[in-house]
């Protein structure tokens, strides 16, 4: 299956600073990725989509100017979450694929985010 | 906001017996469902996809869908203790925007 790469798989950061989380496709490009956030004992919550050269597209709820978007080529996308604070720890996963019929999921490592 | 429900459990079963675990979802238009595994601090894993009526079986795992119940199955066989996990329901939306996610029910398979 494709592979999908997410860096970092851990960080912990200090309230109020910025922490960037990088998603790679490392053998296909993709124009549309997924982030979500799953809180302990939670489901996957979907946060926003990712587009290729446009805007991202963030679900009801979600704060664009918190959690920045960047998906500026076909094989990178990145989540930036602005001014952490402790509320924002959780586990952020990205994705591709699995919405359109016949494609299946393909997810990132999944980053663990504590934010102290 | 279109849902899927999963009962969270745990759903407890001794080794070697079946473990059944069950989804609905309110999207009438879903054409594609999905059960992921995932251990804990881990990512999801693709256990089975389906997309047409009744069942799909790939080794231990048969998975059944029934779209007018809006209603799809795992049954997991000769369940082992590597099968404890919780697994996800997953369903695309009709718009194929978005994939959908269950809450999950978590598996625990005593040996």
């Known amino acids: 299956g494709a592979v999908v790469s997410q860096h970092p798989s851990w960080v912990i950061c200090k309230s109020g600073t910025s922490v960037k989380i990088e998603c790679r496709s490392l053998?296909?490009?993709?124009?549309?990725m997924f982030w979500y956030r799953q809180f302990p004992k939670q489901s996957l919550m979907l946060m926003a989509t990712?587009?290729?050269?446009?805007?991202?597209?963030?679900e009801q709820g979600v704060e664009k100017d918190k959690f920045l978007i960047n998906h500026a080529s076909l094989t990178l996308s990145t989540l930036t979450v602005t001014s952490a604070h402790p509320e924002d720890s959780s586990f952020y996963i990205c994705?591709?694929?699995?919405?359109?019929?016949?494609?299946?999921?393909?997810f990132g490592q999944g980053t663990r985010l504590t934010v102290v | 906001q279109k849902e899927v429900e999963q009962n969270s459990g745990p759903l407890s079963v001794p080794e070697g017996a079946i473990a059944s675990l069950n989804c609905t979802y309110s999207?009438?238009?879903?054409?594609?469902f999905f059960w992921y595994r995932q251990y804990s601090g881990k990512s999801p894993e693709l256990i089975m996809f389906?997309?047409?009526?009744g069942d799909k079986e790939d080794g231990r795992f048969t998975a059944q869908l029934n779209k007018a119940s809006q209603y799809v199955s795992l049954l997991i066989r000769d369940s082992q203790p590597s099968d404890s996990a919780t697994y996800l329901c997953?369903?695309?939306?009709?718009?194929?925007?978005?994939?959908?996610f269950g809450k999950g029910t978590t598996l625990s398979v005593s040996s």
């Open positions: 994705s591709f694929g699995g919405a359109l019929l016949n494609t299946e999921a393909f």
């Open positions: 053998d296909f490009q993709a124009t549309t």
């Open positions: 990712s587009n290729e050269g446009s805007k991202a597209t963030y």
């Open positions: 999207d009438r238009g879903s054409q594609s």
């Open positions: 389906i997309y047409s009526n």
């Open positions: 997953a369903v695309n939306n009709q718009a194929g925007t978005a994939l959908i």
